[in-house]
C-alpha cells in the first residue's frame, strides 16, 4: 500500500484547506485510515481517521468541529477539510493506513505512511 498525501500551503488563520490521500497498491474494504499532524521536537498526533468501509469516523478533541475527514471510494483518496485554522494547526500532516478492525489513535499501530505535506497558519 502507497499513500501520496498532498494539499498543505500557507494560509491565514480562520481560514481553510484540504489536504488529499492517495491510495494506491493492495487495499482492501477493511482499512482505517487516519491523519496525524508532528511538530519539529513533538510525536506525531492522531487528528482524525476513517473506516475505508463504513465510513465510520473519529476525531482528536482539538479539531472536532472544525475538521472533517472523508474518503471517495472511486477516486481511492482520503480528504481532511480544515476550516477555521489556528498557528496550533500549523504542523505536517500525516496520512497512514491500518488493517485492523478498529480506529487507532496511536501512530505505532500505523503499517502504512504518507510522505507528509506541511500546513503553515500564520496568525
Known amino acids: 500500500v502507497q499513500l501520496q498525501a498532498s494539499g498543505g500551503g500557507l494560509v491565514q488563520a480562520g481560514d481553510s484547506l484540504r489536504l488529499s490521500c492517495t491510495v494506491s497498491?493492495?487495499?482492501?474494504?477493511?482499512?482505517?485510515m487516519s491523519w496525524f499532524r508532528q511538530v519539529p521536537g513533538k510525536g506525531r498526533e492522531f487528528v482524525a481517521g476513517i473506516r475505508w468501509n463504513t465510513g465510520t469516523t473519529y476525531y482528536a478533541d482539538s479539531t472536532k468541529g472544525r475538521f472533517t475527514i472523508s474518503r471517495d471510494n472511486a477516486k481511492s483518496t482520503m480528504y481532511l477539510q480544515m476550516n477555521f485554522l489556528k498557528p496550533e494547526d500549523t504542523a505536517v500532516y500525516y496520512c497512514?493506513?491500518?488493517?485492523?478492525?478498529?480506529?487507532?489513535?496511536?501512530?505505532?499501530?500505523?503499517?502504512?505512511w504518507g510522505q507528509g505535506t506541511l500546513v503553515t497558519v500564520s496568525s
Open positions: 497498491g493492495r487495499t482492501s474494504g477493511t482499512y482505517s
Open positions: 497512514a493506513a491500518d488493517p485492523g478492525v478498529d480506529i487507532p489513535t496511536l501512530a505505532r499501530r500505523y503499517i502504512y
